[in-house]
């Protein structure tokens, strides 16, 4: 049994649960298992995971669990794990997992594998891929025979269709104890797809001179449907706010597009956006490190191309709707 | 306080990533290591800041074999009061954490830091580990604290944000950026740093998780496409019917 840990925020799931569900169903038709979702807390619809070959979801329905607290999600997975008998658990590797796995995978006495982007089954044996040295590398661990707790990198896997199927859901309490630590505030920004979840990053460094220059971001990102991004010296000097950096000491993003705009592309920042699919570089200088890493490079003045990138965008847009 | 610093050794940042030739570890030879800088820049010294304002003491401490010292000194040279080596490879995180938890487990630490990850494996699951085995809360990617009245007030990084809790009682913390400011060691801290104990600690009998298979290079990226800044709808039309990313 494949037990996924399906992430929601104010009772819909994130993005990322869909990956885990497409995950887990894929490595369950693999190798033959059966493959069922736990989703904790308040939940508007949970059985719409069976669109993702998700049959059977578990609903620890208790507003104690709407706010993740690694004490108490521990103890549910675990003794749910344990009752289903699952030998391999598969949650996200977010701000919630990240806080989560180390401790499930002691709890459970299973091996631990964090931050994977892949599995494939070699030889009737189940490998896990995972990125190393900030993408310069690929790992491939054996998932042998004993417990394993997986966590998987969101924007790994394109989501499966849907399948029109609905999911049994079963309700379940579980005892929990939790941790003592309060949550007492939380600034997060809303109406916007979060970084690691979105597919298209448009991000911008110091080439942009200053704060008061980002409106041709803003525009090209609300145009594209994207999210925005910085490079560290512009949230180290406060143009932009810090949880949109991304780099080595930021956060890891892997888009399908991510567009550089006047970033030079410093070892650093490559180790955060190397793994986006499609990598456009605008610059004006010409030995821009950068440019080695991009898929498209435009060499001229961000100021004069940006527009007129956000106006062919538009354009298109116009053209294909 | 009675705090702990969990410190890892990495290779330096821009030491060149490449491995043996069965692929089954990193290639050593030739590379500079370095104490992993999430470990050193912010969950160290934001553990020497509290015990400037609170008092107390500072233990380092890391699993490893004895040329793994000069990390601990350069740790006591930027301010931990105390050193502890633990004379084991660490083939793992697991292996690591229960060892950790072998010496901490009867020494009542009120904080036990560590950084976020290590800049080598990226897995990030170490203080999670600990903290289970030593049955406290586990506190992931903080990037700010404050402390007073004996209790801590800590930023969380989340998606697209920030979360602010409050704990109540003792825990373990992974620090990310912002957590504090780097410093850098002196020539007086690089003398005292000689006369601080570093304790060499036999290792348990503990379990190791999973290990790596083999270690693999990314494919070569292609050349990059120039595309002309008097064209932009090229450019659109290539991320469209090429990259098929629009």
């Given at each position: 049994?494949?037990?996924?840990?399906?992430?929601?925020?104010?009772?819909?799931?994130?993005?990322?649960?869909?990956?885990?569900?497409?995950?887990?169903?894929?490595?369950?038709?693999?190798?033959?298992?059966?493959?069922?979702?736990?989703?904790?807390?308040?939940?508007?619809?949970?059985?719409?995971?069976?669109?993702?070959?998700?049959?059977?979801?578990?609903?620890?329905?208790?507003?104690?669990?709407?706010?993740?607290?690694?004490?108490?999600?521990?103890?549910?997975?675990?003794?749910?794990?344990?009752?289903?008998?699952?030998?391999?658990?598969?949650?996200?590797?977010?701000?919630?997992?990240?806080?989560?796995?180390?401790?499930?995978?002691?709890?459970?006495?299973?091996?631990?594998?964090?931050?994977?982007?892949?599995?494939?089954?070699?030889?009737?044996?189940?490998?896990?891929?995972?990125?190393?040295?900030?993408?310069?590398?690929?790992?491939?661990?054996?998932?042998?025979?004993?417990?394993?707790?997986?966590?998987?990198?969101?924007?790994?896997?394109?989501?499966?269709?849907?399948?029109?199927?609905?999911?049994?859901?079963?309700?379940?309490?579980?005892?929990?104890?939790?941790?003592?630590?309060?949550?007492?505030?939380?600034?997060?920004v809303t109406g916007e797809v979060p970084l690691p979840e979105a597919e298209l990053v448009v991000s911008?460094?110091?080439?942009?001179?200053?704060?008061?220059?980002?409106?041709?971001?803003?525009?090209?990102?609300?145009?594209?449907?994207?999210?925005?991004?910085?490079?560290?010296?512009?949230?180290?000097?406060?143009?932009?706010?810090?949880?949109?950096?991304?780099?080595?000491?930021?956060?890891?993003?892997?888009?399908?597009?991510?567009?550089?705009?006047?970033?030079?592309?410093?070892?650093?920042?490559?180790?955060?956006?190397?793994?986006?699919?499609?990598?456009?570089?605008?610059?004006?200088?010409?030995?821009?490190?950068?440019?080695?890493?991009?898929?498209?490079?435009?060499?001229?003045?961000?100021?004069?191309?940006?527009?007129?990138?956000?106006?062919?965008?538009?354009?298109?847009?116009?053209?294909?709707? | 306080?009675?705090?702990?610093?969990?410190?890892?050794?990495?290779?330096?940042?821009?030491?060149?990533?490449?491995?043996?030739?069965?692929?089954?570890?990193?290639?050593?030879?030739?590379?500079?290591?370095?104490?992993?800088?999430?470990?050193?820049?912010?969950?160290?010294?934001?553990?020497?800041?509290?015990?400037?304002?609170?008092?107390?003491?500072?233990?380092?401490?890391?699993?490893?074999?004895?040329?793994?010292?000069?990390?601990?000194?350069?740790?006591?040279?930027?301010?931990?009061?105390?050193?502890?080596?633990?004379?084991?490879?660490?083939?793992?995180?697991?292996?690591?954490?229960?060892?950790?938890?072998?010496?901490?487990?009867?020494?009542?630490?009120?904080?036990?830091?560590?950084?976020?990850?290590?800049?080598?494996?990226?897995?990030?699951?170490?203080?999670?580990?600990?903290?289970?085995?030593?049955?406290?809360?586990?506190?992931?990617?903080?990037?700010?604290?404050?402390?007073?009245?004996?209790?801590?007030?800590?930023?969380?990084?989340?998606?697209?944000?920030?979360?602010?809790?409050?704990?109540?009682?003792?825990?373990?913390?992974?620090?990310?950026?912002?957590?504090?400011?780097?410093?850098?060691?002196?020539?007086?801290?690089?003398?005292?740093?000689?006369?601080?104990?570093?304790?060499?600690?036999?290792?348990?009998?503990?379990?190791?998780?999973?290990?790596?298979?083999?270690?693999?290079?990314?494919?070569?990226?292609?050349?990059?496409?120039?595309?002309?800044?008097?064209?932009?709808?090229?450019?659109?039309?290539?991320?469209?019917?090429?990259?098929?990313?629009?």
């Amino acid at each position: 049994m494949i037990l996924i840990i399906a992430e929601s925020k104010e009772g819909k799931f994130k993005k990322n649960a869909f990956e885990i569900a497409t995950f887990g169903s894929r490595i369950a038709q693999e190798t033959g298992r059966e493959c069922a979702a736990v989703v904790l807390g308040s939940h508007e619809n949970p059985s719409v995971l069976g669109n993702y070959g998700v049959p059977r979801v578990y609903h620890v329905n208790n507003d104690k669990l709407d706010n993740f607290d690694d004490v108490a999600y521990r103890d549910v997975v675990t003794k749910l794990a344990g009752e289903l008998n699952a030998e391999l658990v598969v949650l996200p590797h977010t701000a919630e997992g990240k806080g989560l796995t180390g401790k499930l995978s002691v709890a459970m006495d299973a091996g631990c594998i964090s931050a994977v982007n892949g599995f494939k089954v070699v030889a009737g044996e189940l490998n896990f891929v995972r990125p190393v040295f900030s993408g310069k590398a690929f790992a491939t661990y054996k998932a042998g025979e004993g417990k394993l707790v997986v966590s998987l990198i969101p924007n790994s896997l394109q989501i499966g269709e849907a399948t029109g199927d609905e999911a049994e859901v079963i309700n379940k309490e579980i005892d929990f104890r939790s941790s003592g630590i309060e949550l007492v505030e939380k600034n997060v920004v809303t109406g916007e797809v979060p970084l690691p979840e979105a597919e298209l990053v448009v991000s911008a460094g110091r080439g942009m001179k200053e704060p008061s220059n980002w409106g041709i971001i803003e525009e090209l990102a609300d145009k594209l449907g994207a999210t925005t991004a910085c490079s560290r010296p512009v949230s180290d000097s406060g143009w932009r706010p810090h949880h949109e950096h991304v780099g080595q000491t930021g956060i890891a993003i892997r888009p399908n597009l991510y567009i550089a705009i006047g970033i030079s592309g410093a070892i650093q920042h490559l180790a955060g956006v190397n793994n986006s699919k499609v990598i456009v570089v605008i610059n004006k200088d010409p030995e821009a490190p950068f440019f080695k890493a991009a898929d498209y490079g435009v060499c001229a003045d961000l100021f004069d191309v940006v527009p007129r990138l956000t106006e062919a965008i538009e354009k298109f847009k116009a053209e294909n709707n | 306080m009675n705090l702990l610093v969990c410190v890892s050794k990495t290779p330096d940042t821009t030491a060149k990533v490449d491995f043996s030739e069965d692929g089954k570890s990193y290639n050593e030879s030739g590379k500079q290591f370095i104490m992993n800088p999430y470990d050193e820049w912010y969950a160290l010294v934001r553990a020497l800041e509290l015990k400037e304002s609170e008092g107390g003491e500072v233990v380092i401490i890391n699993v490893g074999p004895a040329s793994n010292d000069s990390i601990l000194r350069k740790g006591l040279a930027i301010g931990a009061d105390k050193a502890v080596r633990i004379d084991a490879e660490a083939p793992d995180a697991l292996f690591a954490a229960s060892q950790v938890a072998e010496y901490a487990k009867d020494k009542d630490f009120d904080i036990i830091f560590t950084g976020k990850e290590t800049i080598d494996y990226n897995g990030g699951i170490f203080g999670g580990m600990l903290a289970e085995l030593l049955d406290l809360p586990f506190v992931s990617f903080a990037s700010k604290m404050d402390y007073q009245d004996g209790q801590a007030t800590i930023e969380r990084d989340v998606e697209g944000g920030v979360e602010v809790l409050k704990t109540n009682g003792k825990f373990v913390i992974s620090a990310s950026k912002g957590l504090a400011e780097q410093r850098i060691p002196n020539m007086r801290g690089i003398m005292m740093a000689k006369r601080k104990p570093l304790e060499v600690v036999e290792a348990a009998d503990v379990k190791t998780g999973p290990s790596v298979d083999k270690f693999e290079l990314p494919p070569e990226k292609g050349e990059v496409k120039m595309v002309d800044p008097e064209n932009m709808e090229e450019l659109v039309r290539l991320l469209h019917e090429e990259a098929k990313v629009i």
